[in-house]
């Protein structure tokens, strides 16, 4: 049996074998991401989010829960911040940017880089509500919100090209399966 690419006969295109392979991915850019220096103490890029993205567009909404929450939890205790302000100030952006993110993608009428300055933004906004009144009761935080909406365009566009052109990839590596639904190439930007 000869066939082109010997990776297709692996079980990646299976469910649970996907699913599992963006939560190390998504795990991996996590704590990646935790040790690069920040150019602004507040400021990460958000590399991990390529993951959940990732997930949301090529198996739907459901996984990109499981990839956010699971990365989340997991990549907080390998940096050992679970339980910490920055665990819930993490969690609670990735909720926030799940569920706009989910409503983006189901509306049809958004690119995936709309869908991912959407989630950085709510993201950043998440953080900064749960900051203000949970974790700190402070509202003079209110004044980096436009600091924060400035590197949320930023890093949500550039989270959106890288996946964008990954997403891309798979569906040429798989028949142009998409959320398990035939596709000849996904819409623009």
């Known amino acids: ?54 997930a949301l567009y090529w198996m739907g909404w459901t996984a990109a829960v499981v990839v956010s929450l699971t990365r989340i939890l997991i990549g907080s205790f390998f940096t050992g911040n679970l339980f910490t302000p920055g665990f819930f100030l993490s969690l609670s952006g990735g909720v926030a940017a799940l569920i706009g993110m989910g409503i983006l993608f189901y ?7 709309s869908v991912s300055v959407g989630g950085s933004v709510l993201h950043n906004l998440g953080q900064l ?3 203000i009144y949970i ?27 890288f996946s964008y052109y990954l997403l891309q990839r798979i569906v040429r590596e798989y028949d142009g399966m998409v ?3 035939k596709q000849k190439d996904l819409p623009g930007f």
Request: aromatic share 10%.
């Open 1 to 54: 049996m000869s066939e082109k690419n010997p990776s297709k006969r692996l079980p990646g295109k299976q469910k649970e074998a996907r699913l599992a392979g963006l939560i190390v991915i998504g795990l991996l850019l996590f704590i990646f991401e935790a040790f690069l220096p920040r150019p602004i103490p507040w400021l990460k890029f958000g590399l991990a989010n390529i993951a959940t993205l990732i």
């Open 107 to 113: 509306l049809k009428i958004f690119s995936i880089l």
């Open 129 to 131: 509500v749960v900051a």
């Open 135 to 161: 974790l700190f009761k402070n509202s003079i935080l209110w004044y980096l919100l436009p600091y924060l909406m400035i590197t949320a365009l930023i890093t949500g566009v550039v989270i959106g090209l």
């Open 179 to 181: 959320d398990g639904q």
